[in-house]
């Protein structure tokens, strides 16, 4: 099963990071939990606007994003979701279909 993850990313004033998302800073996930791994994307924090660093006043809109998606082992999908919930990283995760179900012959949609 595939999951995409949405990690916080703390920046500093011009947009650099503070901690490290579970993309660099690796979750404790139990062992064989986690085929594979890839980094979708980063979302600079709100607060930059279109300038290099934020107004005084926008420190608090200091916090962007990062998107992971993870391959799960087979039976393994609560270890890896409770791993998820005990790090405090994460702001969202979803299941990502890998096929969608083709409706049988007389089903309704």
Not at 13 to 19: H, I, V
């Amino acid at each position: 099963m595939r999951y995409q993850v949405t990690y916080k990313d703390q920046t500093d004033a011009s947009g650099e990071p503070l901690t490290a998302p579970a993309g660099r800073a690796e979750v404790e996930f139990p062992d064989g939990v986690v085929l594979d791994k890839a980094f979708i994307e980063r979302t600079p924090p709100e607060a930059l606007h279109s300038e290099e660093t934020m107004e005084e006043d926008d420190d608090f809109l200091s916090l962007g994003f990062e998107v992971w998606e993870y391959e799960i082992a087979d039976g393994r999908q609560d270890e890896f979701v409770n791993a998820l919930r005990n790090s405090q990283m994460v702001i969202d995760y979803q299941t990502l279909d890998e096929e969608p179900t083709p409706a049988a012959k007389g089903d309704f949609i």
